[in-house]
């Protein structure tokens, strides 16, 4: 169930948050609970056997929890559990074919269905039994560790919760109208990037991919790519402040997962904010364990290297996601050499270098063919020559539909709209605005031009 679906907006949305602020405040835990379980039923009713391998777990979890502090064996039992079953939904039939390709033989495996946000369920997982390993955690609540794990604002997309930051957000959710209020605001806004951003401009590179990528001019190639930069970024960014908007209005602080990304100096602070739940688990569960930067700088490069290799695969099983993983950890290290001073020091450097590089690296993780990826970066460079491709007037057709979303998908992925509307958010204007915004996406939706949330994949 997307919260883009008019099953979720008019359905399970406002019925769950009726019987919510009815039901006393002793009582909302278990609701948010029961709430979350049909959130999922109804997401996996097409293959129950996933909800039920989320039930299973939850239970392991909680169980391990009881028992795991300082017993290394039940640690690896757990994360043997978690990380094989993710092995085995998204990574084996991608090693299989890899090593059947290798002998020549035909590579026909199919990978299966993975179960709903399982790649965030296993992450949270992992990171709630070594928190209870190391004696930080000890839940004693199945129904709030029900809660905290299948928690549905971030249930397919995250963000990665942290046990310690939501055990007593959980137990006492602070409902209050603000945050009704402000969560509300939250979500139309939210929706609005999603629907009315992300899905529009996003079409360019749909567009781009039905012409032919051998067939683009290089303005049109480099329009194309920057159309898939920020619908990558406003659709997550989107999902993002729906889930947080969704957690006001139970009364919970979810983690903010991410701070304008797309103005950063380095590809170092860039990552600080692009998905920071999930750069912070790398950083707290990975990379400072292999020794971090405390071991010289040929250790810290190794493990830079194993962290952005371990990134690419995390987000897919395809040779394109382990090169993506591969180039950003060049790019780091270069930064972690000296490149980063300059950088930051010279804000226009800064901008320039960042204005190649994060849609240069996000060309290398949308197209799974690296052929494709051969073909399109060609055409961005004008290799042979040949600027304006077979048909020029394709540039100027797309600059008119989409150089207005273009620009405005630019702008708003800078601070500049979000500080326009917390200085105007008390004005009844702004609140039509959002009324406003909250129907034209549904207009969008109920016509079926809306599209999934692209980490939905991941």
């Not at 401009?201 to 781009?208: I, M, N, T, Y």
């Not at 688990?281 to 020794?291: H, N, V």
């Not at 950003?328 to 300059?342: D, S």
């Not at 539909?401 to 917390?422: C, H, K």
Request: with cysteine.
């Amino acid at each position: 169930m997307s919260f883009s679906s008019i099953p979720f907006l008019f359905g399970f949305m406002p019925l769950f948050f009726l019987l919510y602020y009815l039901i006393p405040q002793r009582g909302r835990m278990v609701w948010i609970l029961l709430g979350s379980l049909v959130f999922y039923g109804w997401s996996c009713r097409e293959a129950p056997w996933q909800f039920f391998l989320l039930l299973f777990l939850v239970l392991m979890h909680f169980g391990l929890g009881w028992f795991v502090a300082g017993r290394w064996g039940l640690l690896a039992l757990g994360l043997f559990v978690d990380f094989g079953l993710l092995f085995l939904y998204k990574y084996f039939a991608f090693f299989v074919n890899a090593l059947l390709s290798a002998l020549g033989l035909p590579a026909t495996l199919v990978a299966p269905a993975m179960p709903l946000g399982l790649s965030f369920f296993v992450f949270q997982g992992a990171a709630y039994l070594i928190d209870a390993y190391r004696g930080q955690l000890q839940e004693t609540s199945l129904v709030r560790c029900g809660a905290f794990f299948l928690l549905f604002p971030h249930a397919a997309s995250g963000p990665i919760l942290r046990h310690d930051a939501m055990a007593t957000q959980l137990s006492t959710p602070q409902v209050s109208l603000a945050n009704v209020d402000r969560g509300l605001r939250e979500f139309c806004i939210g929706l609005g990037l999603k629907v009315l951003l992300a899905d529009r401009v996003g079409k360019l590179w749909q567009d781009a991919a039905s012409i032919g990528y051998e067939s683009l001019s290089t303005p049109l190639a480099w329009m194309a790519l920057a159309a898939y930069s920020f619908q990558l970024y406003l659709d997550f960014y989107g999902y993002s402040r729906m889930a947080v908007g969704l957690g006001w209005m139970m009364g919970l602080e979810l983690p903010r997962n991410f701070s304008y990304p797309y103005t950063a100096h380095s590809m170092t602070e860039f990552w600080r904010r692009w998905h920071m739940s999930l750069s912070q688990w790398f950083r707290d569960y990975l990379y400072i364990p292999l020794g971090g930067s405390r071991c010289g700088m040929g250790k810290t490069l190794r493990n830079l290297l194993i962290v952005w290799l371990t990134t690419g695969l995390w987000h897919g099983a395809n040779w394109n996601f382990l090169l993506w993983g591969l180039v950003l950890f060049v790019l780091l290290a270069l930064e972690k050499l000296g490149l980063r001073r300059p950088l930051e020091a010279v804000p226009f450097l800064g901008r320039l270098y960042m204005l190649l590089a994060i849609p240069l690296t996000w060309l290398v993780f949308g197209l799974s063919d690296l052929s494709s990826l051969h073909t399109y970066l060609c055409r961005l460079f004008a290799v042979g020559g040949d600027f304006w491709g077979p048909f020029a007037q394709d540039t100027w057709k797309y600059l008119g539909q989409y150089g207005l979303l273009l620009l405005l998908a630019a702008l708003f992925s800078t601070p500049i709209p979000r500080r326009v509307y917390q200085r105007y958010a008390g004005r009844p204007w702004m609140a039509l605005l959002l009324v406003a915004a909250f129907l034209f996406s549904f207009y969008c939706i109920y016509r079926g031009l809306s599209d999934p949330f692209l980490y939905f994949q991941f």
